[in-house]
């Protein structure tokens, strides 16, 4: 159940709704969990990730996510989806509940790097001797 309990404007419901959303956030990324990077190499390979357009990282309750900004290909200009009938399992179980269309996916992070500087800070707050070795 989620915490917040949204306030719609009038005629949104659970079937209407994605017709509201203006720019079909779920639809504009991909993500990949991640084995958990604990050691140096493990963050100098997310650098080179990461300085690449689109690339993000997060962690969350669940553990770390690769974040990769890009919209699909299947997404209309009327925020339709092209192949709707046969969309992909991933895309048939994400429920509109509580999505992003009511809040950022960011408020649930525990760690969100934006690129390639804020990992770096990360990489020398943690590894006190990062880059001196
Ligand atoms: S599921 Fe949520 S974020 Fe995705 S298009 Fe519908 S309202 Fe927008
Ligand atoms: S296949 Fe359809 S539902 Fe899935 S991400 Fe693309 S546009 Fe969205």
């Not at 994400?94 to 509580?98: E, F």
């Not at 809040?103 to 992070?109: I, K, Y």
């Given at each position: 159940m989620p915490s917040i309990i949204p306030i719609y404007p009038v005629g949104i419901t659970p079937e209407t709704k994605c017709g509201f959303c203006t720019n079909s956030k779920c639809c504009t990324y991909i993500t990949q969990h991640v084995p958990t990077p604990r050691a140096k190499n493990d963050f100098d390979h997310m650098l080179w990730q990461i300085s690449h357009q689109g690339v993000q990282y997060y962690k969350d309750t669940d553990g770390w996510y690769l974040l990769v900004n890009s919209r699909c290909?299947?997404?209309?200009?009327?925020?339709?989806?092209?192949?709707y009938d046969t969309r992909p399992q991933v895309c048939r179980v994400?429920?509109?509940?509580?999505c992003e269309y009511d809040?950022?996916?960011?408020?649930?992070?525990e760690l969100f790097f934006d690129g390639y500087e804020s990992l770096l800070r990360y990489c020398k707050k943690r590894f006190k001797r990062w880059g001196k070795e």
């Open positions: 290909n299947h997404l209309q200009k009327d925020g339709r989806c092209g192949i994400y429920s509109n509940d509580y809040a950022s996916a960011e408020d649930g992070f």
